[in-house]
């Protein structure tokens, strides 16, 4: 008899913050500093986080693609506009 189990790696990465990237599968936004993470998911949620290693794992994503900072800032004024004109 076969039996499926759920297994985890812990894989230790070398990278160079401030990292800037996008995941297009979930059309997620990923500013990753030192200290902190801003988070901008689909097209209504934006959030804030003080624990940035816990997005690290999304830089394993195969839609993963990196970007500059301007395009992260251009993205993030252009959903704060889109959540002001709903509210």
């Known amino acids: 008899m076969k ?3 759920i297994t985890q790696v812990e894989t230790e990465i070398e990278i160079e913050l401030p990292i ?3 995941v297009t599968e ?7 500093k030192e200290n902190s993470a801003i988070i901008i ?7 804030i ?6 997005y690290l794992r999304y830089l394993n994503e195969k839609t993963y693609m990196k ?8 993205k993030l004024v252009q959903e ?6 709903k509210s």
């Not at 986080?49 to 816990?54: A, I, M, N």
């Not at 970007?67 to 251009?74: C, G, S």
């Not at 704060?80 to 004109?85: A, E, T, V």
Request: net charge negative.
């Open 3 to 5: 039996h499926k189990i």
């Open 26 to 32: 979930f059309n997620a936004y990923f500013s990753l």
């Open 67 to 74: 970007i500059t900072e301007a395009e992260f800032k251009t």
């Open 41 to 47: 998911w689909g097209d209504t949620a934006i959030n």
């Open 80 to 85: 704060c506009n889109l959540l002001i004109s």
């Open 20 to 22: 800037y990237f996008k």
């Open 49 to 54: 986080s003080y624990f940035p290693d816990v």
